[in-house]
């Protein structure tokens, strides 16, 4: 979406960014402020320009004084409490309450659906925790940290520098282990902040202790608050009658809004007469849901199939209208829908409800949904669309969701557990029907990507070639050459290069077929060469690397993603520094590192101000900025879990200081180096080896600084993979 060129200004050259769209939108609604940029080749994206943690509607409010103080006592004592009671009886409206009124904190609340991951968790914490000033989970989920261990420290020294009050809702839908984890963490390592946990039962996982963990039950409302709902509400209703409707109802504050909306249009005595001698089922049918119009209908009927709350813009989609505004605004005042962070949704007593009566075409609902999702643009709401169309059974639909998907193809790296779990659904329900077979092709793709992403490479080279016999029978060409590009890197992975080879060798015979600029052939494209890169590099071919590394560099820029674009600098400014051209590597990298910091990614920046380092180094020259450089990317890349490139840096700095002659913060810095090296799988064994043994040897340890060095040495002669190092070494 962004483009770039150089142009010549003044006596310099400058590089020139643009935004590749159509159309450029700013909204004013109840969401917020938003800008909406639209381009016919990238999608839509909608940014979001203010923010602030929303809190659940609280429309009505009587009785509930005992729980209120109860709460407030619990909450001075205890770090976390639980919030307990059966569905609709006003576990939420207590807490919203209390929040409002008693609560000065920041405060972070998120409602729980079946689908919620700990990644989608992770990320909407991070946010939140960047708004009030702590950036450290941010930084490490944007330089696509995955350790539980690492996110789960993150969180919990986000809320201990920041006092906040921790809402989550509706635990017990939660099914991802590891969000229970992260839940038990928290639950027995808060200190400054605290935790509210509303669930309908006892939340799984947690260790009850009594001196941490307090807890509330909330039952219906005493029969005397009826009287003031009532009034509130302006329903005259007669004190004998108050005592049946308790009696019908038990306190239970969903169905006594329900019994007053019903009232206002049929008169108190049939609504208690409905009430009374009906069951609850019938109640809600005939005497609310059938007394709905035809607009309340369709909306309440959307949103009883949706899994999670819904945008206001997102519902006037799938509603085919304009301004839904005052018919929704209609259905949160009567209780039925409610409204939580901007969003909306049913109550689970309705939604449940409505799932076992179906008034509805179930497939026309779940399509009106996907295309909902789809027209809202993004990564994320794409694999929504690609799990309502395939709800229809809509394969054309289903398609198109992912074509939206590979238009931000490295976003699936933001959102690996969450789509993975879409993805396995959607294969248990699609695999082996003949008409879904293009679409199961590219499932299975993505399936095999993420595991290959994730470590798993004997995983993804299974579903890798189920896609790519799958892609060759249906006739999606520009798919098989995606798959067979990427299982050459997972040969090269695996140490089989001549497989690796063939198949890059394949793809590129067939490249001149998939003509284009969709976002499938770009990554074809970008993806083969990326790949053809690595190849040459581990085999020592340079001079091949440099020509695949400028192919990549010549798609990266017709794609006009700022990501991609920076990531081939990168691989450029390492490839000119093996071909010994440290000007141009200078060059490339400083850039690379720019438009990585610009898009606030400092972990991939502190990987280039790595190899930034190494051009200083060869240059002798800007040898304490090289320092500085490597200083902050050892912090960053060792705080977000990257063990291997932490080690690259920590080897680096350490001899930066070397040549400056800080031998002691070199022995020091290649000390936690090697410490830190057991928790990796790569073979730095040599190049550790190299840099200690050089440390000692200046110290004058000769004798042990050269046993080191030549038994590094030995290392490195066995592993093309540290070639550059090579040089380097020599110079020291």
């Not at 840096?649 to 200081?657: C, D, I």
Request: include cysteine; charged fraction near 25%; hydrophobic fraction near 40%.
């Amino acid at each position: 979406m962004v483009k770039s060129s150089w142009a010549r200004v003044g006596n310099r050259n400058v590089k020139l960014y643009s935004l590749a769209i159509d159309g450029l939108k700013i909204t004013f609604s109840r969401e917020g402020v938003k800008v909406h940029l639209e381009s016919s080749k990238y999608g839509k994206i909608s940014i979001p320009i203010t923010g602030k943690t929303a809190l659940p509607r609280v429309p009505v409010f009587v009785g509930r004084e005992q729980e209120l103080a109860q709460l407030k006592n619990e909450l001075y004592e205890k770090s976390v409490v639980a919030v307990m009671g059966i569905a609709g009886i006003g576990k939420t409206t207590l807490v919203a309450y209390f929040v409002n009124n008693y609560v000065n904190e920041p405060v972070f609340w998120h409602q729980f659906t079946e689908s919620d991951t700990f990644e989608y968790l992770s990320w909407k914490i991070a946010k939140f925790l960047n708004s009030l000033g702590y950036h450290g989970l941010l930084e490490y989920l944007r330089a696509n940290g995955k350790s539980y261990s690492i996110i789960k420290d993150l969180v919990l020294e986000g809320f201990s520098k920041i006092k906040t009050l921790i809402v989550l809702d509706d635990y017990q839908k939660v099914t991802d282990t590891k969000v229970l984890q992260l839940v038990k963490d928290m639950v027995s390592r808060l200190n400054v902040s605290k935790m509210i946990i509303i669930s309908r039962k006892k939340p799984k996982g947690i260790l009850w202790r009594g001196e941490n963990v307090g807890e509330i039950t909330v039952r219906g409302l005493k029969i005397e608050n009826l009287v003031d709902l009532f009034r509130i509400k302006n329903l005259e209703i007669k004190p004998n009658y108050v005592v049946k409707i308790y009696e019908a109802t038990l306190g239970h504050p969903l169905m006594l809004i329900m019994f007053v909306n019903v009232a206002k249009k049929t008169g108190v005595e049939k609504a208690i007469a409905s009430l009374y001698f009906g069951d609850s089922f019938k109640f809600l049918w005939s005497e609310v849901y059938s007394k709905l119009s035809f607009k309340e209908k369709k909306i309440v009927n959307i949103l009883s199939l949706a899994d999670e709350p819904m945008s206001y813009e997102a519902l006037k989609v799938a509603c085919d209208s304009k301004d839904i505004y005052p018919i929704l605004s209609k259905l949160v005042d009567s209780d039925l829908v409610y409204e939580v962070s901007d969003k909306y949704s049913l109550h689970d007593l309705i939604k449940g409800f409505l799932r076992i009566m179906k008034p509805f075409d179930e497939k026309e609902i779940y399509r009106k949904i996907a295309e909902a999702y789809l027209s809202e643009g993004g990564f994320k709401n794409a694999i929504l669309a690609l799990k309502y169309f395939v709800n229809a059974e809509d394969p054309e639909g289903a398609y198109r969701a992912f074509t939206e998907r590979r238009k931000q193809s490295y976003m699936v790296l933001r959102f690996l557990e969450s789509y993975m779990k879409i993805l396995q659904d959607v294969y248990r329900k699609i695999h082996g029907k003949h008409e879904w077979r293009g679409v199961e092709a590219h499932v299975l793709y993505d399936i095999g990507n993420i595991y290959r992403i994730m470590g798993h490479e004997n995983y993804g080279l299974k579903y890798i070639n189920e896609s790519i016999d799958l892609a060759r029978k249906v006739g999606d060409l520009t798919l098989e050459l995606l798959s067979t590009g990427t299982r050459a890197y997972i040969y090269v992975y695996l140490g089989d290069l001549d497989k690796a080879y063939r198949d890059l060798e394949y793809t590129e015979s067939l490249l001149h077929n998939v003509e284009g600029n969709s976002g499938l052939v770009l990554e074809v494209k970008y993806g083969l060469y990326a790949n053809f890169v690595l190849y040459y590099a581990i085999i020592g071919n340079f001079e091949k690397a440099h020509e695949y590394v400028k192919k990549e560099l010549e798609v990266a820029e017709g794609w006009g993603d700022p990501v991609y674009y920076g990531d081939t600098l990168m691989h450029l400014g390492d490839i000119y520094i093996i071909l010994g051209e440290m000007d141009k590597a200078e060059r490339v990298l400083k850039e690379s590192i720019r438009i990585f910091e610009s898009n606030g990614d400092k972990h991939v920046a502190s990987i280039a101000a790595t190899s930034l380092a190494l051009v200083y180094l060869h240059k002798n020259s800007q040898l304490e900025e090289a320092v500085k450089m490597l200083n902050e990317a050892c912090n960053v890349l060792r705080s977000h879990g990257n063990v291997p490139r932490y080690i690259d840096a920590a080897v680096m700095k350490a001899l930066v200081n070397v040549k400056l002659g800080n031998l002691n913060e070199a022995l020091t810095t290649i000390e936690e180096a090697m410490a830190q090296y057991r928790r990796t799988e790569w073979d730095f064994a040599g190049i550790l080896h190299i840099a200690y043994g050089i440390i000692l040897k200046r110290r004058g340890d000769v004798k042990r600084g050269m046993e080191l060095i030549e038994k590094g040495l030995r290392k490195v002669r066995e592993s093309k993979l540290y070639s550059k190092w090579a040089s380097v070494f020599l110079m020291l």
